[in-house]
Nanobody
Framework: QVQLVESGGGLVQPGGSLRLSCAAS????????MGWYRQAAGKQRELVAA???????NYADSVKGRFTISRDNAKNTVYLQMNSLKPEDTAVYYC?????????????WGQGTQVTVSS
């Protein structure tokens, strides 16, 4: 089992910045990928950014050039630096960890943190 605890959401004006943090605990040795998803009101949850244990990083097209995902292995923490925020970035952001065992994918989720971009 993997436990994920997020922090760092809040209210910010358009053009502002926020940094989200996600601390992992438990069976962290089993984690292959960590990332951030978001879900806006009335919409499906979507991938924002992900970083694999190999270091490979993926971003959604909508955040490329504005968001940066990084990880601190010593602290078992993943960060999402969000710059040049737009109202359409408003959503609940969820930390995600993925592990594979016997070719079966296991997803773990944080509780979610609200990000609101508004003037």
């Amino acid at each position: 089992q993997v436990q994920l605890v997020e922090s760092g959401g809040g209210l910010v004006q358009p053009g502002g910045s926020l940094r989200l943090s996600c601390a992992a605990s438990g069976s962290i040795f089993s984690i292959n990928v960590m990332g951030w998803y978001r879900q806006a009101a009335g919409k499906q949850r979507e991938l924002v950014a992900a970083i694999a244990s190999s270091g490979t990083i993926n971003y959604a097209d909508s955040v490329k050039g504005r968001f940066t995902i990084s990880r601190d292995n010593a602290k078992n923490t993943v960060y999402l630096q969000m710059n040049s925020l737009k109202p359409e970035d408003t959503a609940v952001y969820y930390c995600n960890a993925v592990s594979y065992r016997m070719h079966v994918r296991y997803d773990y989720w944080g509780q979610g943190t609200q990000v609101t971009v508004s003037s």
